[in-house]
C-alpha cells in the first residue's frame, strides 16, 4: 500500500477531531466488507516490539453472539446502576430534564437497556506476556481507537466500555478464553440513530502542557467554534 | 465544527492503514500550529465518563526540555541494551546483517543512541482517580494514538514508547508530578528521515476472531498488496 502524501491526509485530521461516542443504533447491520476494513484498521495499530498482542473477537449474529450481548446487557445494567446512584445522576441539576446531566442518563439508560440487540459486539482481548500493569493497555486500547475511527470513516460508530468487567467469569466460561488472555474492552458498533451533538471536550489548555505541570502550553488554545465540556456529566 | 458525511472520509481510512512507527528525524523543529494541531486531535480522543484524566507534557526546546530528553536517552537505552541481550537480537538470524532482525537492532540502536536530540518529546499522563489498574489505560492510549495519527496527517511520525518507566524516579522529581498523576508513555515526534518501509503487521485472520477464540472470522482477509509481518522482530 503506497503512503499517501501529507496533502492526501486532511480528512484524516477532520477525522480525528470529530468522532464521538455513538451508542443509540439502527437495525441495520454492518455488511462483512466493512467490518473487514474497521477491523482491519484495528489491527494496523503500533504495539510494543510490533508484537501484536491483542485480539479481537467479533460478534454479529447467531447464538453465541446473542449469549454474549445478553451477559454484557446485564454487566451493562450492573455498571451503570451503581454509577447512576454513585455519580448522582438524579440529583442536583440532574433534576432538571434538560440540564447535560440529565440527558446524559436518559442516553446511558437507553444504551444499557437496548444493549442486548446491538449490531455488532466487540471484545478487545490481550494476551499477556507479562504480568498485569497498568501500561498493559498500550498494546490494546490504540488499536480499539483505530476501530472506532475506522468505523466513522465508513458512516457507523461505537464505543468503548467496560462492561465485560462485570461478568468476566461467565464471558471466560462461555467463550472458553485462555487464562493468558485478558478482556481488556467491550465495543459496541453501528449505524448512528438520531441525531448526537458534536464531540465536546475540555478546553486543550486544561489537558496539554508545556515543560510546566499544571500551566497550559501557550500554544495550546483551541480553533475557533470548537465545543468546550463544561460539566463532566457531558455526553461523551 | 460541523461533522463529515462518511463520502469525505476515505483519507480517514487509508491515514490509518498506512500509519507506521516513525524512529529517525530530520533537525527540523515542530512549528507551534502544527503542535496545537496534532495535541488538539489528542485531546478529543474518547475516555470513561468523558472524564478526559489524561494530560500531555510537551518537551521541544529549552533547559527543561533538553533535561527530560537526556533523562529519557538514559531510560531509553537501558530499556534497549536489556532487551537486545534478552531477546537475543545478536543471535541467531541477527548475525546476518541484512536480516529483519539486525535491520531493527540498528534501528533502535540509533533511536536510542539520539533520543536526547528528538524535535519534540511528548510525556502522556493519567490523573489517576482510581487505583492502579491494568484497564486504566483506556483513558490514555487512545489519546496517545489519535497524536500519532494527527502527527501523521501534518507530514510527522513518531512512536509511542514506556521508557519513562526507568528513570521515573528522577523525572517525577524534576517536573514535581503530583503522586496521583501517572507516567502512561513517552512519545517521541519529527519530520521523518530518510525512508521508511510499510506497516507491516501479522495476517488479519491471526488476530480478529468471529465467535469462537483462535479462529479467525470468515471475513477476516487482508486487502490485496498487505504487506505481512513474517517475523515478530518487524520494523513496527
Known amino acids: 500500500m503506497d503512503s499517501p502524501t501529507p496533502a492526501q491526509l486532511p480528512e484524516l485530521l477532520h477525522g480525528l477531531a470529530t468522532t464521538r461516542a455513538i451508542r443509540r443504533y439502527t437495525d441495520e447491520t454492518i455488511p462483512d466488507d466493512a467490518l473487514r476494513d474497521i477491523l482491519f484498521a484495528a489491527t494496523r495499530a503500533p504495539s510494543g516490539s510490533n508484537r501484536q498482542p491483542f485480539r479481537f473477537m467479533v460478534f454479529s449474529n447467531g ?7 445478553q451477559l454484557i446487557g446485564t454487566g451493562a445494567r450492573r455498571l451503570w ?46 494476551i499477556r506476556y507479562r504480568d498485569p500493569s497498568p501500561s498493559e493497555g498500550a498494546n490494546v486500547y490504540p488499536a480499539c481507537q483505530n476501530l472506532l475511527l475506522a468505523a ?9 466500555t467496560g462492561f465485560q468487567g462485570l461478568v468476566e467469569d461467565e464471558l471466560r466460561a462461555l467463550l472458553g478464553l485462555p487464562d493468558d488472555v485478558a478482556l481488556s ?48 456529566f457531558g455526553p461523551g
Open 81 to 126: 446502576d451503581a454509577k447512576r446512584t454513585r455519580d448522582g445522576y438524579d440529583a442536583g441539576s440532574g433534576t432538571d430534564q434538560a440540564s447535560p446531566k440529565a440527558r446524559m442518563a436518559r442516553t446511558m439508560q437507553d444504551y444499557v437497556d437496548h444493549i442486548d440487540s446491538v449490531p455488532v459486539l466487540v471484545l478487545a482481548c490481550l
Open 63 to 69: 447464538p453465541r453472539a446473542d449469549q454474549v450481548k
Open 152 to 160: 466513522r470513516a465508513l458512516g457507523y460508530g461505537g464505543v468503548l
Open 185 to 232: 474492552a467491550t465495543i459496541t458498533l453501528g449505524r448512528p440513530a438520531g441525531s448526537h451533538g458534536p464531540v465536546r471536550r475540555r478546553p486543550m489548555a486544561e489537558l496539554v502542557f508545556g515543560d510546566t505541570w499544571g500551566t497550559g502550553a501557550r500554544w495550546a488554545v483551541d480553533p475557533p467554534g470548537t465545543a468546550v465540556l463544561s460539566s463532566r
